[in-house]
């Protein structure tokens, strides 16, 4: 069953260093998502992107945050200057129809 | 969007089935009920999503109730693979690709 990768499976960085995290979605899907879990609460919905743009942010997405299709294959997400509270699990998603949703499993990231 | 409330915890035995409720008062009549779920240190995965019909497949049940306000998930015979937070969300039926807002969730424990 095709399914979501992620990499590295766990990102240690330095505050203010610069981190790209990747995700290869399900192959024919065509909406693709990242959210955040900070240990112990919720996940957070970061963003969403079709046809080559975001269709839609929350808050947390500011301006450190960035995504990319770079190809047919790669989801990314790049937080430009990390800080303490970046600590979190985050998850790529994707979506065939926009309907629902398959996580991948993660990508823990530490910052120092 | 429209909120949904759900309890904190439940507990179930092994091989036995368990109904998990969702209130959702004020749903509006285009949000179709997602339910998701998160096993320990994994990402969310998608269970079943439905609109007025009960729904079902492979995984479980859905009831919806017929003004909508609440539905019930249906696990049909209980694993221990199924111990996991389980999450009701409303989403609106025209916006595809928009974010899923995960709420606190029930935790479903089961005993073996």
């Known amino acids: 069953e095709p399914e979501v990768t992620q990499t590295p499976s766990h990102q240690v960085t330095q505050m203010g260093q610069e981190v790209i995290l990747r995700c290869v979605p399900i192959s024919n899907h065509l909406y693709f998502y990242w959210y955040r879990q900070i240990l112990g609460q919720k996940v957070e919905f970061l963003v969403s992107f079709y046809n080559n743009e975001i269709s839609e942010k929350s808050e947390i997405f500011d301006d450190q945050f960035s995504v990319e299709r770079p190809d047919g294959s790669n989801f990314t997400l790049k937080i430009r200057s990390t800080k303490l509270e970046d600590s979190a699990m985050y998850f790529c998603?994707?979506?065939?129809?926009?309907?629902?949703?398959?996580f991948g499993p993660g990508t823990r990231l530490t910052v120092t | 969007d429209a909120k949904t409330t759900q309890p904190n915890s439940m507990e179930s035995n092994e091989e036995e089935p368990v109904h998990l409720p969702c209130n959702h008062s004020?749903?509006?009549?285009?949000?179709?009920i997602h339910w998701y779920r998160q096993l320990p240190s994994q990402g969310p995965e998608y269970v079943i999503h439905?609109?007025?019909s009960n729904v079902n497949n492979r995984m479980a049940s859905l009831a919806i109730a017929e003004d909508r306000k609440s539905s019930t998930l249906i696990l049909h015979r209980a694993t221990l693979r199924d111990a996991a937070v389980y999450y009701c969300i409303l989403r609106v039926l025209n916006q595809a690709g928009t974010a899923l807002i995960f709420g606190k969730g029930t935790t479903l424990s089961v005993s073996s």
């Open positions: 998603a994707s979506s065939l129809r926009g309907t629902e949703q398959y």
């Open positions: 004020t749903i509006s009549g285009t949000d179709y």
């Open positions: 439905g609109l007025t």
